[in-house]
């Protein structure tokens, strides 16, 4: 009774540690997977960031293409079309495009920075999870590591024996064991 009731307690550990190994692995399986979404949810808000810049580039052409044409209008109209006077607001207005355009890819790039940082903490986090379930798993090993010792010794020691010493004829004697 003492050699089931061991069997019986040694498979259990291995049975234990094996689905807290299991659940280890598919914990970080999951973590993986949900790295990826986060990445790829990352990944559309950029080019979604991408495009409004775009077309806030865009905008701030044509607004501005609109404000040169109707500086060039009033100076038509005034017949200063041709004065330094109307040359200098095309020029600055030339210069207000050009930093609106220059904020926008600044706020582009600095966009694109914080997605890059997501990414990086994401993918850390994912790392860390599956660094977790293999500590847990050897830690599991470790602390089951006399029970899955004797998983061996007490399959051997629980088989049965066979003896013909002694018999004449082609009788043997079968004993002790799981028989």
């Known amino acids: ?76 109209a005034t017949g200063a079309q041709d004065s330094s006077r109307a040359e200098g607001v095309q020029s600055s207005l030339t210069s207000q495009e050009g930093e609106q355009t220059s904020v926008i890819s600044q706020a582009e790039n600095l966009g694109f920075s914080i997605f890059n940082l997501n990414q990086q903490i994401t993918e850390a986090r994912s790392d860390a999870a599956t660094s977790g379930a293999i500590q847990n798993a050897g830690l599991l090993a470790v602390q089951n590591a006399q029970t899955i010792g004797n998983v061996g010794s007490t399959i051997y020691n629980n088989l049965p024996t066979y003896s013909s010493i002694g018999s004449t004829d082609a009788s043997a004697t079968i004993s002790g064991g799981l028989v």
């Open 1 to 76: 009774m003492a050699a089931v009731t061991a069997i019986i307690a040694t498979t259990a550990a291995v049975v234990g540690t094996g689905l807290s190994v299991k659940g280890a692995i598919d914990s970080s399986n999951s973590q993986k997977k949900a790295s990826r979404a986060s990445a790829a949810q990352e990944q559309l808000r950029k080019e979604q960031l991408q495009l409004d810049s775009a077309r806030q580039r865009r905008q701030v052409a044509r607004t501005a293409a609109v404000s040169r044409a109707n500086a060039l209008a009033a100076g038509v």
